[in-house]
Every structure is written in C-alpha cells, then in structure tokens.
C-alpha cells in the first residue's frame, strides 16, 4: 500500500492518505527559527535549540503518539474537523498533505468547506506563518466557528517535563488585540517571548488550557470546540495556551484567507518593558506587519523557494532515471541541508534536549552541504573547532545555543579529531578559500588559547599517532564511530552511559582499526594540504606516518580474507575470523579500502568480496555478522540491541556509502550503484509500508537480516547516512568531486548505463558536463574536453568566474 507519491515538479511528496505508518514530517526554517511538523500537522517551534528555547509542548511518545501542535478546529454545526484529520479524526471527504523545501501544506474539505494551511518560516524571519484558505465549495451559504490551538512551552523543554511544583505558578500571557502573548519568566531572567497572532479580528480567545480542553477532554475534542464558544480565559500558571476564535461566513465560492503568525522576540535588556508589567511588543509588531497581508505571506514563500532553487542549482543531474534525479536533485540535498542545521538534535526520534550539535556528526554533515551554503560551512567548522581541546581531542558535542562544549558528555572519542581535517579540506576544495586555515580559532572556546585553523589540523593529525597501542593502531578511546562499541567500558551498571563511562581505560590495549583507515584517508588530505602551502617538511613527515600506518594495518589490522575491526581492551581481537559472533564488520572494511591499504597485494578485493558475501541482505548492507546474542561486557553497548538492530547488525545507513565507496575504488561501479539504490529513499518507495518511516528521506537504520522484521526503518532525517550517500553517488558513483585545484570528473558507474549529464555550479562557473560510456565500462576516462579543448588527465582546473563551459567526457 502506498501512502503518497513525489511531485518533482513542485519538489514535494504529496501524502494522500494521513494515517501514514508513522508520522512523515518536515522540517520548516532554516536559520533561527525551526518548527517540525508532521503530516497531521503536530509538531513544536523552538529558536536556535530546541532544548533552551522551546516554544510550544510536545509530548514524545505520548498516546496517541504525535499528539500536540498547531491545530485548527472548524465546528461547522454538525461536525468538529481539523484541516490534517488530527485531533479529532474526523473523517474528512478529502485529504492532502504536501510536505515541500522547508514548507508544509495540508489541506481537509469536509461538506462543502474546505481548510487549506500553509506552514513556513520565511527567510530571516523568527516567526512560523501559518496561512489558512478557507473556502466554499458548495452552493450555499456556509457559517462555522473557527478555532486555532498552541499549547505553550516553558521554553526549558526538559525542565518543562519535569518540574511541575514550579511550571504550574509561573505562567503568564498578555493579550491585545489579536495577538496572545506569552511571556513566561520574561519578568526576571529572560529577555524573550513568544507571541501567536492572527491579521483579523477575533470574537474570542483562550489562553488556559484546562478551561479550553477541559480537564477530562483530550486535543480530539477540546470542550470550548464542542460548545462552539470561546470563554477568553486568562493564564495564570497551569499550562497556558494561545488559541483564537472567529466566525466565519462564506459565500458559494467564496475564499478567506487567515494569516497567523507564532513568533519570537528578544528584547535588549533595558527595553524589556512598555510600561509595568506590560511587555514591549515593538518587534513583535513589527514581524505582525510584514506578515499582514496574504499576498506578503505568498511573496515571502515565494523568495523561500527562490533561494530553494539556487542552493538546489549547484548540482542537478540529468540521468534518465527519475528515482537517481529525484535522489541527487531534490531530496538527499534537502536532507543535508537539515542535518546540517540540526546535527542529531531534533526529530522525531531524537527529543531535542539530547543531543547538541556533534563534533564527529558535524562535521560529516557538511561533507553534503557545503556546496551548498559555504558561508555557513565556514561558520560552522569554526565553531565545532573551537571546542577542541589543545591535546587534539574535543568535546564530543556543544550546545547550538551557545556554542560551547557539552561538559556532561565530554570527550576521549578518538576518531573526532580526524573528522575535522575532513570538515576544513572538504571547505577549502569546494569553495577554494584557502584563508580559513589562517583564522585565529580558540580552543575549549577560550580566545587565548587560539591558534591558525591549519594549526588545528596538524594537532588533529597529531592526536591519533600521540595516541598509538601495542600494534601500532589508533588507541580506540571511549569509542569511535561506532559509538556503541564501548571497548573501555565495562559496564555492569544499567545507570551507566555506555558513552560516557570508562570503568576500566588503565592501561587499555583497546585499538582501532577503523581509526587508522580514517588517518591514513584523511591524512593524505592533510599531506596534500601541506604540499600546497609549501610546508614541504611537515608534508614528509605526515607522509611518514601515513606510510607507518599503512603499514601497522597490513602487518597487524589483516585478518586473511578481510580487515579486523579492532582489538579490545585485552589485546584480542574483533571483527576476527576467530571470533564466535561479530567476525566481520562493516566501517573498518570501508575505510581502508577506501583508502586503498593493500590493494596491490589483493587486500581490497578480498575485504570487499567477504562485505558482499557476509553483509549484504536485501535492504542493505548490514553492520556486522554474525550478530552478538549475548553481552559482552568487553564490549559494551553493541552487544546489547537485539540481533538485527541498530549498531548490532543493523543496516546502519551512515556506513553503507564507505563500501559503495570503497567498491568504486575498485572500479566495480555494478555492485556500488546496486547498494546506493537499496538504501535510496527513491529507489524504495514501493515497500513504504514495510519501510514505515518517510520515504523521501533516509533514516539512520533499516532492521538487519537477523531482526524480527527485516526492512524496517527507524530514526528518519537526522543521519550522517544523508551526507555520505550524497558524497557517495555525486563524487564517487557520478565521480564529480571537488579537489583542491579543481574538480575531478571520474565516474565509477554501472556497465549499461550511456552515460548521463551534470550542470555544476562550482566557485563562480558552470559547469554543463556530459558524460558518454560508449564502450560500456565501469570506469576509465578516456578524454575529457572542456569547450572541444581536449585536457590532459581528470582534473577541471579553475576557470574564469561567471561563465559557462561545455564539459565532455568520454568514458573508455
Ligand atoms: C549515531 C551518532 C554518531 C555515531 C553513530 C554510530 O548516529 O550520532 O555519532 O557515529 O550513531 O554509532
Ligand atoms: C546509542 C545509539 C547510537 C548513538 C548514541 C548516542 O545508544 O545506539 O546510535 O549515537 O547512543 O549517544
């Protein structure tokens, strides 16, 4: 059964059906300002974090479950109904939903009317817009009760779950004219409100909750609804809300529309207050007038998608197959785009007051975004390296809000460090400013303690071989990637974090081969850095090292047909032939033979060969085999998820593309393509039911081969598995990539396919490359010409800016 289906036109996928197997969302705003929203229009607002500064409740895992939002209830006098069929269920006579670039539009008709709404954050704005089209289709005269509904907040979304002796005494609201104001502590320590307003007048309103609900009702049939009367209730402390009342009263074919604005507003500190007690609303008013009118609503959806359609022109591909365009065009860039404002914060399965902004998550999201936005990119790797440590390691996450490291979580994760070479070269070979690496940049955000970007990096590159075990390999820390195999921790304690814990580190042998497949990958990025600045001896002596751990990984990281995993705390080895469960894994296998450590001698092949005979399942390729049944203390949380889940033998999406990648190193563009397109969101929308979460984006696992329902996802959006798939098919698949000096065209592609064609925007040009395969290989460029001059090797040079050029590559 199929649930929606895509409109590339539009750039949105169309849900059809509300009661999708579970909530499909999206994510509004875009700076700033975010709301999610799902397909029934729940969903919260926060500003910046979604932690500190939440605007409206949302209760997780609630029953039923996406319970609480932005809701309008139209009580027609025989029915109540919601425009997204939720709260009330209501079954309507048509339904529709369509979820587009950081813009949501749901629309409900039930007996002649019909509520269309469309959500959006306009750019630069702290306000979401909702923008209601009320209409009547029929032919007489229609007269309903029109209510909106937002539950507020007390900004500190984990203090607001749990300190209730204190939540139900401090809120407050103001209310003028149209506008409900909620301004909750704004009396003492906070400079901020919210505001919820609609550009009409209104005939009523209420702000308490229980007076609107009623305390034995539910958001499916508020009491105030049901008697088609507001009672303009005023909070004080309980829970307050902001909801609007109007009578509204169409002509046959008669069309209104409504604009409602929630918002937010700091205020300077000495100009809090109009007059005692009265907040100054001064800039509320003013986001109020901009948005006054419908047709400035439509203008600024209209800018939104007009600055949709420049950061989606930097690649677009013409491939012939509408599921691969949909994927590279659209939705995987999309995605990026919103793992990198939210790292792993907000979904709807990360809380919001988890998780801030991840050093190692981070950093790989802008692997996918950075063409996007470079600015932005530069911003942001400035930020997550200021909270390194001067040793090389970092802090493991920092709050958005602040920008500073998170001291609960803290540090020892010892691949983070190399992530951030990853983060500034990936910058520079986009956009080919090469000054970042002259920024002065703090570290543990202290300014005087900062040093030159480029600085940051030699101390990245210097943590992973100041920090070598017995055999030679990166000391594993608390974890690596895989953040679940804990090798320090022994726990026995279920109030234990198995990410924060290190019972036993003393001494500890625990090493890691995934790490020295990243060292030696990114290393070389870092060597060819230094070669180009002219910092010839640091070059050698990181080749140097390079070449010591190429060669630590061949003596002691071989296991005879693949790469080890690790060893643990012990010295025994994981990921071993020798082992019981777990003989083989996923990220090791990638890295190095995306590094290519012993290709000549076979080593690639036989590694890539064991991952396609041992891993690969029909949803993708799944972490490690056989799956742990039992815990081991030695290793912590993998082996603790059920066989088939999660970092246990999941198909953890983020590490599928390191084997695609890998493959098209080995030339075998086949099996490559054939794993991008069983994880692809596009390529599988058919099992959508199966699949469960939305099928326009990835989520981070799919269930494994050994778990009870194999091919069912979890944890939508908030992935690294965006980032890497984009890098994998448009640099390695497609073979487009950008390079210090240029840009690299060398595509690794399956057999049959003729070819395909790329326009790519890249520092100031375009690029309109056409890609032939005549002789039906893989890989191997024969020539490539721009504007019929034939160049020698793969490697575009820069051009001259503002001009296009006619690239041809012929494969062979
Ligand atoms: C989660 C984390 C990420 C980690 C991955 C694998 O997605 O956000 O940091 O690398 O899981 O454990
Ligand atoms: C673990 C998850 C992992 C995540 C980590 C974050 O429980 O399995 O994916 O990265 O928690 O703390």
Not at 367 to 391: C, E, M, N, W, Y
Request: glycine share 8%; with cysteine; hydrophobic share 35%.
């Amino acid at each position: 059964m199929k649930y929606g289906h895509f409109d590339d036109a539009t750039r949105e996928y169309v849900i059809t059906n509300p009661q999708t197997p579970f909530p499909w969302i999206n994510y509004l705003g875009n700076k700033d300002f975010f709301s999610l929203i799902s397909n029934t229009a729940g969903g919260y607002s926060f500003y910046k974090d979604a932690k500190f500064r939440r605007l409206n409740r949302y209760r997780y895992n609630n029953v039923p479950m996406d319970d609480g939002g932005r809701y309008f209830y139209i009580n027609d006098g025989e029915n109540i109904w919601n425009p997204g069929w939720k709260p009330s269920k209501t079954e309507l006579d048509s339904y529709e939903c369509r979820h587009g670039m950081n813009y949501t539009k749901i629309k409900g008709e039930k007996n002649g009317i019909s509520a269309e709404v469309l959500f959006f954050v306009p750019l630069n704005t702290w306000a979401e817009i909702q923008k209601v089209t009320l209409s009547n289709t029929s032919n007489e005269v229609k007269k309903f009760k029109f209510f909106s509904y937002n539950e507020w907040a007390l900004w500190n979304a984990a203090s607001d779950m749990e300190n209730f002796q204190r939540n139900f005494s401090t809120g407050e609201v103001e209310i003028e004219d149209s506008v409900i104001y909620h301004k909750t502590e704004y009396r003492e320590r906070r400079n901020h409100f919210a505001y919820y307003s609609v550009n009409t007048n209104i005939q009523g309103f209420d702000t308490d909750r229980e007076t609107f609900v009623g305390l034995y009702n539910s958001h499916a049939n508020p009491q105030v609804v049901s008697a088609g009367k507001p009672t303009n209730s005023h909070a004080h402390g309980w829970s307050p809300i902001a909801s609007h009342y109007i009578e509204v009263e169409l002509q046959p074919g008669e069309s209104k529309d409504l604009v409602f604005v929630l918002g937010y507003v700091e205020n300077d500190e000495d100009d809090k207050w109009e007059s005692k007690g009265i907040i100054n609303k001064t800039k509320a008013k003013e986001v109020l007038e901009r948005f006054n009118t419908a047709q400035k609503v439509d203008a600024a959806l209209a800018e939104l998608k007009a600055y949709w359609d420049t950061i989606l022109n930097v690649f677009t591909i013409d491939s012939g197959d509408d599921r691969l365009d949909r994927q590279v065009n659209i939705w995987n860039q999309y995605q990026c785009m919103i793992t990198f404002n939210f790292s792993r914060s907000a979904s709807y399965f990360e809380s919001g007051i988890g998780r801030g902004m991840g050093f190692r998550d981070s950093n790989q999201d802008l692997l996918g975004f950075v063409h996007q936005a470079p600015k932005r990119a530069r911003q942001r790797v400035i930020d997550i390296a200021s909270t390194q440590f001067l040793d090389g390691g970092c802090y493991h996450q920092y709050q958005p809000l602040t920008k500073r490291g998170n001291n609960e979580v803290g540090g020892g994760f010892n691949d983070d460090p190399m992530w951030l070479i990853l983060g500034v070269t990936s910058y520079i070979k986009e956009s080919g400013d090469f000054t970042i690496l002259d920024e002065m940049v703090p570290f543990d955000n202290d300014e005087s303690l900062a040093q030159s970007m480029f600085n940051h990096l030699t101390i990245s590159f210097n943590h992973v071989i100041n920090n070598l075990g017995p055999n030679k390999l990166p000391l594993i820390g608390r974890a690596d990637w895989n953040d679940c195999l804990n090798l320090n921790c022994f726990s026995n304690d279920p109030n234990e974090s198995f990410q924060t814990t290190e019972n036993n580190s003393e001494g500890s042998k625990a090493e890691s081969l995934m790490i020295a497949g990243l060292f030696v990958y990114y290393g070389r990025d870092y060597i060819e850095l230094c070669k180009l600045l002219g910092k010839s001896e640091e070059a050698a002596r990181a080749q140097n090292e390079v070449d010591t751990m190429v060669k630590s990984i061949k003596e002691n990281g071989w296991d005879g047909q693949w790469f080890l995993r690790a060893y643990d705390f012990y010295g025994n080895k994981i990921g071993s032939k020798e082992n019981e469960e777990g003989k083989i894994f996923i990220e090791s296998n990638g890295w190095c033979t995306m590094a290519k450590i012993g290709n000549d001698e076979g080593m690639c092949k036989k590694a890539l060969d064991a991952v396609k005979e041992r891993l690969d399942t029909k949803y993708g390729i799944v972490l490690n085999n056989p799956a742990y049944t039992k815990y081991h203390i030695e290793m912590g949380e993998i082996s603790t998820y059920p066989a088939g889940y999660k970092e246990n033998a999941g198909i953890f999406c983020h590490n599928n593309p390191w084997i695609m990648i890998g493959e098209t190193e080995l030339g075998r563009g086949d099996i490559a393509y054939d794993y991008y397109t069983k994880i692809s969101p596009a390529f599988i929308e058919d099992i959508q039911e199966l699949h469960k979460t939305e099928p326009y984006v990835y989520s981070q696992m799919i269930a494994g081969k050994d778990a009870f329902k194999p091919g069912e996802a979890k944890n939508s959006w908030l992935t690294g598995t965006a980032a890497w798939n984009y890098a994998a098919i448009t640099q390695h698949i497609l073979g487009i990539k950008p390079a210090f000096k240029g840009l690299e065209i060398n595509p690794c592609i399956p057999k049959k396919w003729d070819g395909f064609k790329v326009k790519r925007k890249f520092r100031g040009y375009t690029l309109n490359i056409d890609v032939k395969n005549p002789n039906h290989v893989s890989k191997g460029v024969k020539q490539i010409s721009i504007d019929d001059n034939v160049i020698i090797g793969d490697l575009i040079p820069v051009l001259e800016k503002n001009k296009e050029y006619a690239v041809k590559v012929v494969m062979g």
